[in-house]
């Protein structure tokens, strides 16, 4: 097969599937950059890597608003379940094709702790998504894509198979708001352009993931919440919703069941255990 024939047949594959979005790094871009240490790399992972093809699953807004809720973490639940199924079957796909294939799972920790003791995942499906061409990383050191914003979910499959790579997204979509700084419940982000990816308190935000895990209504993802990039805010057709989320913390210290988060609210209070 031709490579183009390759990239259709894969990506008519993917979306099939159910994938929302899907793109082509070749492993050259992280050795261009040079930003990943060599043992997190593709090819540091696996050797015959020559592509790691990624995918995403958008996560619906209304319920990454209610964040922090049962109906927040069962999403993420089923998204991250349906991600490594997703990564399954393309693998076994590029085997028929007569390809090697693995795939790295969308989240790569036994828990909480052994993610603090490591303080980091084995590899960025993150920093793989920016180098297939599906977004860019904003202040909040999540991809943020066109399609919606930082509320996707990714997997990366790494193969031998070398499909025409996409290319990169050269605007940087991020439009440095701080809405994401703001919100943050424990001031994990940091506001400097000197930045790199995975560049914030990383304990910080690890302890905010642990008090919600024992309440079992995680994780948090208030900066994934806020951030106005995304067509999916479109389709919503939300108005005014900055200031909601900008208020959103001290109304709700004066006022539990003030009307504006009512319903939000409504949601995080049943099924939950109490803190
Ligand atoms: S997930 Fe929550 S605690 Fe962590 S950086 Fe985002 S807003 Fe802050
Ligand atoms: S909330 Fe604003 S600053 Fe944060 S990632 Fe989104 S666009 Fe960038």
Redesign the pocket.
């Known amino acids: 097969m031709k490579k183009e024939e390759l990239s259709y047949n894969l990506k008519y594959f993917c979306q099939e599937a159910g994938a929302d979005i899907v793109g082509f790094a070749p492993v050259e871009r992280w050795i261009e950059e040079g930003i990943i240490p060599l043992e997190f790399r593709p090819q540091g992972i696996w050797s015959p890597a020559r592509t790691v093809v990624v995918l995403g699953l958008g996560m619906p807004l209304p319920i990454v608003e209610t964040t922090p809720s049962v109906m927040h973490m069962e999403l993420y639940k089923t998204v991250n379940r349906k991600l490594d199924a997703l990564a399954y079957d393309v693998t076994r796909h590029l085997n028929r094709l007569g390809h090697v294939a693995t795939f790295f799972s969308r989240d790569g920790y036994s828990s909480l702790k052994d993610l603090r003791r490591w303080n980091g995942a084995a590899f960025g499906h993150v920093q793989a998504a920016k180098y297939a061409g599906l977004g860019t990383i904003?202040?909040?050191h999540?991809l943020?894509t066109p399609e919606f914003?930082?509320r996707v979910r990714l997997v990366s499959i790494f193969t031998a198979a070398a499909p025409p790579p996409d290319p990169l997204v050269e605007k940087e979509?991020?439009?440095?708001?701080?809405?994401?700084?703001k919100c943050c419940p424990k001031e994990a982000l940091r506001v400097r352009d000197d930045c790199i990816p995975g560049d914030y308190d990383k304990t910080a935000c690890l302890e905010m993931a642990e008090e919600l895990t024992s309440r079992r209504s995680y994780p948090c993802g208030i900066?994934i919440k806020?951030?106005?990039?995304g067509a999916d805010r479109k389709l919503y057709q939300q108005k005014g919703m900055m200031k909601k989320y900008l208020r959103e913390r001290e109304v709700l210290v004066a006022d539990p069941d003030h009307v504006d988060y009512r319903s939000w609210q409504h949601i995080r209070r049943y099924g939950v255990k109490e803190p």
């Open positions: 904003g202040r909040n999540c943020l914003g930082p979509l991020c439009i440095k708001c701080e809405a994401c700084v900066c806020v951030c106005p990039v």
